[in-house]
C-alpha cells in the first residue's frame, strides 16, 4: 500500500512539473500579444512624461531653493520656513501627478 502511495505522488509530481512550463508558455504568449499603441498615442505619452518629470524636478529644485534660504534663518521661523517648503512640495508633487494621470488619460488609444 505504502509503495503504491508513493508511486502515485512520483507520479503526479512528474506531471505537474511537465505540465506547469506549458501552462506559463500559453500564459505569457497571451500577454505578448497585446495590442500595439498608435504613433499619435506614444508620442503622446512621452509628452505627458516629459511634462511630468519636468514638474518633478521644478518642485524638487524650488525644495532645495526654499530649504537652502530657510537654514539662514533661526528657531521658530526656520521650522516653519521648513515646514513650508516641504508642504508646498508635496503639493507641488501630487498635482503633478494627477496632471500626468489626466493627461495619460487624455491620450488617443
Known amino acids: 500500500m505504502t509503495r503504491m502511495l508513493t508511486r502515485l505522488a512520483v ?33 503622446a505619452v512621452k509628452k505627458c512624461n516629459a511634462d511630468y518629470s519636468d514638474a518633478v524636478k521644478k518642485a524638487n529644485d524650488d525644495y532645495k531653493a526654499a530649504a537652502k534660504d530657510a537654514r539662514t534663518k533661526k528657531g521658530k521661523e526656520r521650522t516653519e520656513a521648513l515646514a513650508a517648503a ?5 503639493d507641488a508633487l501630487a498635482a503633478a501627478r494627477k496632471t500626468d494621470k489626466d493627461c495619460l488619460a487624455a491620450a488617443p488609444k
Open 11 to 43: 507520479a503526479l509530481t512528474l506531471v505537474i512539473g511537465l505540465a506547469s512550463p506549458a501552462a506559463l508558455a500559453g500564459q505569457e504568449s497571451m500577454a505578448k500579444k497585446s495590442t500595439k499603441h498608435s504613433a499619435e498615442h506614444m508620442t
Open 86 to 90: 516641504s508642504k508646498a512640495r508635496k
